[in-house]
């Protein structure tokens, strides 16, 4: 059984009781409100959207959206207000026209944020409808070098992902240049590690193998071709790349050049948080949206 697809995310979201509150942090942009637009029509969310008032509404003017349904919260600090209003009661939060850095800063507050002790990452959920293939990627945009401890973290994030999405034991490939262990590359040596403790069932119901390179963890033939079989080749549900560079090349490539639909929350924070480049579109940001409401009884 593979993840669900985003066609059953937006099933499920169209099948809510009652909206959600979500609370876009920097909301004068056009993907953000025309995103929160589309959300709030078909009954997913009330919007909250923090930032400069005027500038805002100037936005809105100019694609044509109603802001009757919004609440706007007037602020010098977007991030910092949205954080707030979390706490407030907002069951999400969606990274809107704010940098990640200033974002990350309020999220990661260590008094007024949305810590819960483990790593904080990236999940996206990459859909290829050519091949049928649906998998969970992380950590695509916060962590730049893992130690083992926030690997550990990472992974149990996409677990917990891959349990969300349907999956009863997901097979998580351990990502790297290569199937090999190189005593040159420490993330060999890791993957390794990783493998024989998901063997003792330290991780629980999970298929398990690394270090595997993408054409392995995405391709059977691949791995026919190479002489290498099992269970995760060719076959993998998530995978767990050895830091923030690769993980980040591998998801942009894939995004700009593939058929493919996307979307990506962070997880290990108090709500799952709406967490997308400024330079995605609308769409990229209702899914990613689903997704996020999908997760939201799941997060930490």
């Not at 010098?76 to 990350?104: F, I, N």
């Not at 859909?127 to 916060?142: A, H, K, Q, W």
């Not at 069932?201 to 999970?206: A, D, V």
Request: proline letters at 5%.
């Amino acid at each position: 059984m593979p993840l669900c697809s985003f066609d059953e995310l937006f099933r499920d979201a169209d099948a809510l009781r009652e909206p959600v509150a979500v609370v876009a942090a920097g909301g004068a942009d056009t993907t953000v409100l025309s995103a929160l637009a589309e959300a709030a029509s078909r009954g997913w969310v009330r919007p909250i959207v923090t930032g400069d008032r005027s500038a805002i509404q100037h936005v809105a003017v100019s694609i044509g959206v109603d802001l009757s349904p919004f609440r706007i919260i007037a602020a010098d600090e977007p991030a910092r207000a949205a954080v707030t209003e979390v706490h407030a009661g907002a069951a999400l939060l969606m990274k809107g026209q704010v940098s990640t850095p200033d974002l990350m800063k309020a999220v990661l507050d260590r008094e007024h944020g949305l810590r819960t002790g483990r790593t904080i990452c990236q999940v996206v959920l990459m859909e290829i409808p050519r091949d049928s293939r649906r998998f969970l990627m992380s950590d695509t945009g916060v962590t730049i070098a893992p130690t083992m401890q926030q690997k550990i973290d990472i992974l149990q994030s996409l677990i917990d992902a891959a349990h969300g999405l349907g999956l009863e034991r997901p097979r998580v490939a351990v990502m790297s240049a290569t199937e090999k262990l190189n005593q040159q590359m420490p993330d060999t040596a890791e993957a390794v590690e990783l493998t024989q403790r998901a063997q003792r069932g330290e991780f629980g119901s999970i298929h398990l193998e690394g270090p595997l390179s993408f054409d392995l963890a995405y391709d059977t033939a691949a791995g026919q071709k190479k002489g290498v079989t099992s269970e995760v080749v060719g076959r993998a549900d998530a995978m767990l790349f050895p830091d923030l560079l690769s993980a980040n090349l591998t998801v942009k490539a894939i995004m700009y050049t593939a058929d493919c639909r996307f979307g990506g929350v962070l997880a290990g924070v108090k709500c799952p948080v709406v967490f997308m480049s400024r330079a995605d579109d609308a769409p990229t940001r209702l899914r990613s949206l689903a997704l996020a409401l999908h997760m939201r009884g799941r997060c930490d």
